[in-house]
Nanobody
Framework: VQLQACGGGEVQAGDSLRLSCEAS????????TGWFRQGPGKEREFVAR????????HYADSVKGRFTISRVSAKNTVYLQMNSLKPEDTAVYYC?????????????????????WGQGTEVTVSS
């Protein structure tokens, strides 16, 4: 599967952004999708993950209650709605995926488990 991420930008603290991750290629098979981010001088970290059917989700504590991950199967697209953005959310955001044994299975929180990566999309939040 190939992934195309977009939607980043420069915003003020408290604003919202929606990132998109569109998949192409072998999209009929079950794959889970995760969002990761890498801030300036930081290691890449897990943000959110979603099962292939979009019914199971999980978030990092740092974004829980502010970010929402969702999937529109008809568009083969996973979204990351980011509300109440903070300066510490500034990072390059990446979507990633790998094939899973079933539609309800969540992908891993570890980036090393993912085989397919989109290009990063940069989010800058100023105070």
């Amino acid at each position: 599967v190939q992934l195309q991420a977009c939607g980043g930008g420069e915003v003020q603290a408290g604003d919202s952004l929606r990132l998109s991750c569109e998949a192409s290629g072998r999209t009929s098979a079950s794959y889970g999708t995760g969002w990761f981010r890498q801030g300036p001088g930081k290691e890449r970290e897990f943000v959110a993950r979603i099962s292939w059917n979009g019914r199971v989700t999980h978030y990092a504590d740092s974004v829980k209650g502010r970010f929402t991950i969702s999937r529109v199967s008809a568009k083969n697209t996973v979204y990351l709605q980011m509300n109440s953005l903070k300066p510490e959310d500034t990072a390059v955001y990446y979507c990633a995926a790998y094939y899973l044994p079933g539609p309800w299975v969540l992908p891993d929180v570890r980036s090393s488990s993912y085989n397919y990566w989109g290009q990063g999309t940069e989010v800058t939040v100023s105070s």
